[in-house]
């Protein structure tokens, strides 16, 4: 299906940066996003949810859709498409409710499970509570440990052995300590096994079938640090 529209005509609101820990990934994508919705003609004005000057200047402004290049904590979890819902705004991507679920592993999984998917076992996990044959017994030993409510690059460690989860949990444990400081970090942390297998990305089109190539993404280094 095809689209007739003056690309001048559509005034876009670009938002990049945020609260986030991924806030540098979102300001690069930020970039690549405004390089390439020029070349396309489109008028662009780029904002920084983290700016309240840049949230008003959002709120007075006259555009005609907002384009997200947000990453992790209040840019994926519907915290800023409910705030462009309550102004009216249109945005690319999913909603509020789509969003918030999706952040939330634990919530994600759960959905899985209800609709039939098959999902890794797994186990939640606080600062506070932290037995590591408890969570050997429940995942095993060769596991993942991630951050349940952030970006899914974000803090993740993949273990083998006791030494290697008690020492990503302590290094997860310092990175949310230091990101609630400064971007809102929110514990637990979530545990499942490691599992090895393929991630395939493809576009899903709202109003029927769209014809796009999937892709296969790299594999990533034992240990994520980011």
Known sequence: ?????????????????????????????????????????????????????????????????????LHGKYGEDGTIQGFLETIGLPYIGPGVWSSATSIDKPKTKLCYERAGIPTPRSMMLDSHHIDIDAIIAEVGSHCVVKA??????????????????????????????????????????????????RVHRCRIGQRGPVRSPCYQNCSFPRVLRF
């Open 148 to 197: 349940a409510t952030e970006g899914s690059a974000l803090g993740v460690y993949l273990c083998e052995g006791a030494e290697e989860i008690a020492d990503a949990i302590d290094r997860g444990n310092s990175l949310l300590a230091e990101a609630e400081k400064k971007f809102h970090f929110i514990l637990p942390a979530g545990i499942m096994p490691g599992i090895r297998g």
């Open 1 to 69: 299906m095809s689209c007739s529209f003056d690309p001048k005509q559509i005034r876009v609101a670009l938002l990049a940066g945020g609260k986030s820990g991924e806030r540098s990934i979102s300001l690069a994508s930020g970039e690549g996003a405004k390089e390439a919705l020029l070349e396309a003609g489109f008028p662009v004005t780029v904002f920084d949810p983290a700016n309240k000057e840049d949230l008003l200047a959002l709120i007075q402004g006259d555009f005609d859709v907002a384009f997200l290049a």
